[in-house]
């Protein structure tokens, strides 16, 4: 962990009458952390997120939120932690400037600090010639902007974001996942709920796993492809040889040590291993195949996720 | 360290908070809203028209009543159809229903209630700001309409207003936002419990219409005559059903509000509802005009049943929006 921890959950359960939509969540979060959180829709996470917030009440458990409970002093939580909803709205009638001028003086800036702020963040997140246009004129990307603005404006301890990109184009995405990453700079701890798992790898320090309510798996990328995939060692082969793919496949599932073995199309295959046998497996390719290439290949969230469920849905039946 | 389900934590922290930025920010919008603009330049050309022809009929009959200026508010003149006080108490709940209706479902709709929510203010503090703002926007349209009439006939009539009928017309005013209080509170309400501002608007207008055209035609006689009786018993009229039907009527936030504007703008008013006196105390009160106080202490139930009903309304809107889910 990064700091100081200013996000801690334990126990965290919310419940719908019989439905258990959030189950003894544990989660801690340090300062300047990028922390991802990760499941199906209806696993909890969003409801989790509103916990932290103190816009729903847990059933049991409790939170701290940069040192306050968000159950007790959500004013003192709420004037701590910005918050990018998914797909964020404002008042369409009114300027940029109104929109968070209105949020800025809930949140209890002074007028002159506000304007000063406002330029700033509109500048950070690429919307300086922006501040007064109506809102309406914007477009999702712009809104999704303004909506880190005002996060930015509030220069928050925390900042908890939403579905942040999901209606961005791959280059707007790209900018975003940039100023997410200058909020860890600024110290800023960030809990990033997304569906997107390459962008969640590509700025998380960390992801939580939610599967029906409760984080099945939480840690870095690699210690969760450990787990998940087995060895935490995933090496590609390329190669080729007269037995065609299914032989070589075979081949590679023979070698002791190795757990699984993807065909990855053409001549590449993925391999699982509990350790580096690298070198093992050129020994017993040769002489027969051809060995044209053999490297670790970075573990993948996209992998690990699938797996995961692939292996929750098996366990279920 | 798990804390015990079933007990709810005090809160801490002011519910106050941030309710002076709400009530701001929605009543520039109010006020500043093409729909306000249009819904008051309808009323006050309404108005302007009906305090012309009812200066100029009164202007006709000067020195037949002490209270000519509680005169221009009650008199229906000719040609128009309708007196002041009934045009007042048509339009203000469709103002108030206009204001309110779509108070917290545009915010879901928007998906601005969590951007906003996530800011240091409570719930609770949002709904009360954005009711008071809402209030405010009806009692300057009122009171601009209050002294649009009471200056057209300053000038028309030639008089100033004595200073009883002043007192007398700003109770009604006073009661006329109370009576808009009550009908804002209920489109609130239905506000939190429909998603869809048309629903809201048109739950709000179909109760409106309920008790402005059949709760007293249709409604109340039937609920009375199965409670009580009929109307009319074999020894004259059945006391039960007259008491059960005025009760019934009285639910209605407009015959509280008609009751009131009556006893305030017709000083003669000694009663509201059936009266039993002998025919010798008869003669010693007819048209004899009740003291002002005595008016107010007249209509003091009305009054405070329209505060009343507006805090019960609101309060069931309040527990509602608590207990709703924001994720929008």
């Not at chain 1, 159950?71 to 004037?79: G, I, N």
């Not at chain 1, 800025?104 to 304007?115: H, N, W």
Request: glycine content about 10%; some cysteine; charged content about 15%.
């Amino acid at each position: 962990m990064a700091g100081e921890v200013v996000i801690r959950a334990e126990a965290l359960t919310k419940r719908y009458g019989a439905n258990l939509a959030v189950d003894h969540v544990d989660l801690e979060v340090g300062a300047g952390e990028i922390v991802g959180i990760l499941g199906p829709n209806g696993s909890g996470k969003t409801t989790t997120i509103l916990m932290l917030l103190g816009l729903t009440e847990p059933t049991e458990g409790r939170a701290m939120v940069a040192g306050f409970d968000p159950l007790r002093d959500p004013l003192e939580v709420k004037r701590r932690v910005g918050y990018l909803p998914d797909q964020v709205g404002f008042y369409d009638g009114l300027s940029a400037l109104d929109n968070l001028a209105y949020t800025g003086r809930l949140a209890g800036l002074p007028r002159s600090e506000i304007d000063a702020r406002f330029s700033e963040a509109m500048e950070r997140v690429g919307l300086g010639p922006y501040g007064y246009a109506r809102v309406r004129t914007f477009s999702q990307g712009m809104r999704q902007r303004l909506g880190l603005a005002e996060v930015l404006m509030k220069r928050p301890s925390v900042a908890i974001l939403d579905e942040p990109t999901t209606a961005l184009d791959p280059h707007s995405t790209q900018e975003f996942l940039g100023m997410i990453r200058g909020l860890k700079a600024d110290g800023t701890a960030v809990l990033l709920s997304s569906h997107h798992l390459d962008q969640v790898q590509s700025v998380c320090d960390r992801v939580a796993l939610f599967n029906r309510g409760r984080i099945a798996l939480s840690g870095t990328v690699t210690e969760l492809a450990g787990r998940v995939l087995g060895g935490g060692h995933v090496i590609d082969v390329e190669a080729r040889g007269p037995e065609g793919a299914a032989g070589i496949a075979e081949r590679l599932a023979a070698i002791p040590g190795i757990v699984r073995v993807h065909p990855l199309g053409g001549d590449r295959y993925r391999v699982d291993c509990q350790r580096d046998l690298r070198a093992e497996i050129a020994r017993r390719l040769a002489p027969e195949v051809e060995l044209i290439g053999i490297h670790f290949a970075a573990p993948s969230l996209n992998e690990v996720y699938n797996r995961y469920f692939e292996e929750a849905r098996l366990a279920a039946q | 360290m798990p804390r015990s389900s079933g007990i709810p934590a005090a809160r801490r922290g002011s519910p106050w908070t941030g309710v002076g930025t709400v009530v701001a920010k929605e009543t520039a919008d109010h006020l500043s809203g093409v729909r306000m603009v249009v819904i008051e330049a309808l009323i006050f050309l309404v108005a302007l028209v009906l305090a012309w022809f009812s200066t100029t009929t009164i202007r006709e009959t000067i020195g037949q009543s002490p209270f000519l200026f509680l005169r221009l508010l009650t008199i229906t003149p000719d040609p128009i159809p309708f007196s002041f006080i009934s045009m007042v108490g048509l339009v203000t709940p469709i103002i108030a229903i206009a204001l309110g209706f779509d108070a917290i479902n545009a915010e879901f709709n928007q998906r601005t209630l969590s951007r906003i929510l996530a800011q240091p203010i409570y719930r609770d503090a949002l709904l009360f700001g954005k009711f008071l703002a809402r209030l405010l926007s009806l009692s300057i349209a009122l009171v601009s309409l209050w002294l649009l009439v009471l200056g057209l006939g300053f000038l028309r009539l030639g008089l100033p207003p004595s200073g009883e009928e002043l007192i007398r017309m700003l109770g009604f005013l006073v009661a006329t936002i109370a009576f808009g209080g009550v009908w804002l509170a209920l489109a609130m309400l239905f506000s939190v419990l429909f998603r869809a501002p048309a629903t809201a608007a048109l739950a709000a207008l179909g109760l409106w219409l309920l008790f402005a055209l059949f709760w007293t035609v249709m409604v109340t006689p039937l609920l009375a005559t199965l409670i009580a009786g009929p109307a009319e018993g074999i020894f004259g009229p059945n006391i039960a059903y007259i008491s059960t039907e005025q009760t019934l009527q009285r639910l209605s936030p407009n015959t509280l509000y008609s009751d009131a504007a009556v006893a305030l703008l017709n000083p003669t008013t000694r009663a509201l509802g059936p009266v039993f006196v002998s025919l010798r105390e008869l003669s010693t009160m007819v048209n004899a005009p009740l003291p002002v106080s005595q008016s107010f202490i007249l209509i003091w139930p009305q009054l405070t049943g329209l505060i009343a009903a507006t805090i019960v309304i609101f309060a069931i809107a309040y527990i509602v929006f608590q207990r709703q889910e924001i994720r929008a």
